[in-house]
């Protein structure tokens, strides 16, 4: 990947610094307001914004069970967080030094509550919350800011488009742990309201912002050739273990990808080979395949020369579209002889943030109206094999709105 290219993507490269919070959103807070803010709660993953964070990072995610379920787990997480640290410390600094996660996830819930107060003037002023699994800023601090703003009503709005009890499933048990221990529940002094949004990967907001990258990538082929060239969806990997118990997130991921491609169709006039195909995959244990990688070797072998990597499974770039996607499998592509590009992530692109603004004016209008309650039907039912102590209390809990 070229310097401008990695300048434009990762802001960390081009400013040698990360916003710690948007210039919008730390303005926001100084604002003199006759009532306090709905509180637009953006939860993700998060990445380390600096090298020293590193560890902290792996450690804490290696941790959680609901991520990576590991035997004896309170011993080996901190073993492989410190094992693993100056590979991924490396691959850090070949991006730039740090994540740009929390630099994207910040302009684009600003801008999307710019729109949203213009969309929802009943539920305004609304102020974005970036609270992240496991980088700053985590849960604790992010609950920290939303009680000095005096919030009363919050959307806790995951940023995994398609819901996993991994992902989504893990932020929300986070978020039910901390907000009872900082006494925050909402039939208390410093109560909140809360409702979720846990899943949207088949908007069309969401499915016309993709085909638009799309696009713009397969513009870079010759016209002769754009239909046949490859497209190959990328999603974050899921381990097996949790896949057999009923997760929802591969057929998620692949009700995401089929919207996309029968958009595609309409707006192309062709349609497009592709297939969906799974990254990051970390350890021994079985995890969902077939590889990223796996796939660019095959498709090589068969002659398909022509490829776009489209991340469907991610909001905005950071580590695992910068390096591996633009760096690992760019470079592997080029051996193999493939022209390969990649649609550019969602980042701030005006059609996915309006898209954000879309969903959450319709949920917070619905919510208010009685049409619909804090929590949606799927998110109520169970993996069939679920084994966790958790879960039902937490889907209880948000569907009462944070009540104990």
């Known amino acids: 990947m070229s310097i401008p290219l990695l300048a434009r993507r990762n802001p960390v490269f081009a400013q040698k610094s990360l916003l710690g919070r948007s210039t919008m959103a730390s303005l926001s807070s100084g604002f003199k307001r006759n009532k306090p803010p709905t509180a637009i709660v953006l939860m993700n993953m998060g990445g380390p914004s600096t090298l020293p964070e590193v560890h902290d990072f792996l450690s804490r995610l290696f941790h959680d069970k609901d991520l990576i379920p590991l035997p004896m787990q309170k011993t080996i997480a901190p073993w492989i967080a410190r094992r693993r640290s100056p590979k991924i410390e490396q691959q850090y600094a070949d991006i730039g030094g740090g994540s740009p996660i929390l630099h994207w996830t910040n302009i684009q819930g600003s801008q999307m509550c710019a729109i949203l107060d213009e969309l929802s003037p009943s539920t305004a002023p609304h102020k974005n919350y970036t609270m992240f699994r496991y980088a700053k800023p985590l849960t604790e601090s992010t609950l920290a ?232 039907p799927q998110m109520m039912l169970r993996c069939p094999g679920c084994p966790s102590g958790r879960c039902g209390p937490q889907k209880a809990w948000f569907a009462k709105g944070g009540r104990d």
């Open 145 to 376: 800011e939303m009680r000095r703003d005096g919030v009363r009503r919050a959307v806790a709005f995951s940023q995994y488009p398609q819901y996993s009890c991994s992902t989504t499933g893990s932020s929300l048990n986070e978020l039910q742990k901390r907000t009872k221990e900082a006494g925050m529940s909402r039939d208390t002094e410093n109560g909140i309201e809360w409702s979720v949004i846990d899943r949207w990967g088949t908007h069309s907001g969401l499915v016309e912002a993709v085909c638009e990258n799309i696009i713009q990538a397969l513009s870079k082929y010759d016209p002769a050739t754009r239909a046949s060239t490859v497209l190959l969806f990328s999603a974050h990997s899921l381990p097996m273990e949790i896949v057999n118990r009923g997760d929802p997130y591969v057929s998620e991921v692949a009700g995401t990808v089929s919207r996309v491609i029968e958009r595609l169709h309409e707006r192309t006039g062709f349609e497009s080979p592709y297939r969906l195909v799974w990254q990051s995959q970390v350890g021994p244990r079985p995890w969902m395949g077939q590889k990223t990688d796996d796939a660019l070797k095959g498709l090589a072998k068969h002659g398909q020369k022509q490829v776009v990597l489209v991340p469907i499974a991610f909001t905005s770039d950071h580590i695992e579209t910068l390096y591996e996607l633009d760096l690992e499998y760019g470079k592997e592509a080029k051996e193999l002889g493939i022209d390969l590009h990649r649609a550019s992530s969602l980042n701030d692109s005006p059609i996915f943030i309006r898209a954000l603004a879309d969903l959450a004016a319709d949920h917070l209008r619905a919510v208010e109206s009685g049409e619909r309650g804090h929590t949606s």
